[in-house]
């Protein structure tokens, strides 16, 4: 987002021409216009040397544009979209230098989108600033909670606290459209039991949930990063899966479904390598999917492509 110097243009340029600067003189060995003299063919003098010092200023200028325009963008990116909404950088204050499994990204948000979010937000929405502990309890009227990870649109998640209002969901995710999405679509269901929290999910399991106080955990279609120098952005981890145990209670389902074959072997793979989990599949492999997971969108998407699907759903011991 950086703009480029703005250095004067070259003498004898159309922009001389708009400004109403006259052209260099012709040199010696080009002849003048009929009736000029001599002096009118000779060179003009050379530019002084001290005639440099506009160009190190522009140079400056240009360095301060840049500056300055990082910073708007800085402040942008902290501002929130919607006053009395979801923020933009809610945990700015822990920001820290590591591989992220997702990418913010700012997309159209449409009008009814942004109604559901101004005044649906402040009771059913929270920010992910790192700064206190939920009371789920509390939050959700004693409800067990399940916390999803990723909920896209959030079609599936509306239709899941429909189907199942004794329990509550958690639904994470950083798409602002798809907040205001779910929300929407909540409250046309009459669900209470959906609240959408705003930031990284790793940021809430490991500052912002209490130990065993999670009742399942939803990773549904993440993205696959199917570039292999990208595999180490994938969220299903061995150190991610070490932030989910702890505030998992025992006997707590994980449950996890992918499109993409090669991640479903890895998801298979580290979930079945760690010692807190325990597959419910008899085999030791996929399981079938649960009646309670509606089809979603991108499920949707991949059968058309000739995906498999495969769902995976692992015990905490």
Request: aromatic content about 6%; glycine content about 10%.
């Amino acid at each position: 987002m950086s703009e480029q110097p703005l250095n004067p243009s070259p003498a004898g340029t159309p922009d001389d021409a708009a400004a109403g600067t006259a052209p260099a003189a012709p040199g010696p060995s080009a002849p003048g216009p009929t009736g000029s003299t001599a002096a009118d063919a000779l060179p003009l003098p050379a530019e002084p040397a001290s005639d440099a010092a506009p160009d190190a200023l522009s140079d400056e200028d240009a360095a301060a544009r840049r500056a300055a325009s990082f910073e708007r963008a800085r402040r942008l990116r902290q501002e929130p979209r919607f006053p009395g909404g979801p923020a933009a950088d809610p945990a700015g204050s822990h920001h820290e230098r590591r591989i992220r499994s997702f990418q913010p990204r700012r997309s159209r948000v449409t009008t009814g989108q942004q109604e559901s979010l101004e005044r649906l937000w402040p009771q059913w929405g929270l920010d992910i600033d790192g700064k206190r502990v939920l009371d789920l309890a509390e939050l959700f009227g004693g409800l067990p909670v399940v916390l999803e990870i990723g909920f896209g649109m959030g079609e599936a998640t509306a239709q899941m606290a429909a189907d199942d209002p004794g329990t509550g969901i958690l639904a994470v995710d950083v798409h602002t459209p798809g907040q205001g999405n779910l929300l929407g679509l909540a409250e046309k269901a009459g669900s209470t039991n959906v609240r959408v929290a705003n930031g990284d999910a790793v940021i809430l399991l490991r500052e912002m949930l209490a130990p065993e106080s999670l009742d399942g955990l939803r990773v549904y279609f993440p993205d696959p990063w199917p570039k292999a120098r990208h595999h180490k952005r994938r969220l299903i981890q061995p150190d991610f899966l070490d932030l989910v145990a702890p505030v998992l209670r025992p006997g707590a389902i994980v449950h996890c479904a992918t499109d993409w074959e090669p991640y479903a072997e890895q998801m298979l793979e580290v979930l079945t390598a760690h010692p807190c989990f325990e597959n419910t599949a008899a085999d030791g492999g996929y399981a079938p999917r649960p009646a309670f997971r509606p089809l979603t969108r991108f499920e949707g998407q991949g059968l058309d492509k000739g995906h498999v699907v495969h769902d995976l759903l692992f015990a905490r011991v």
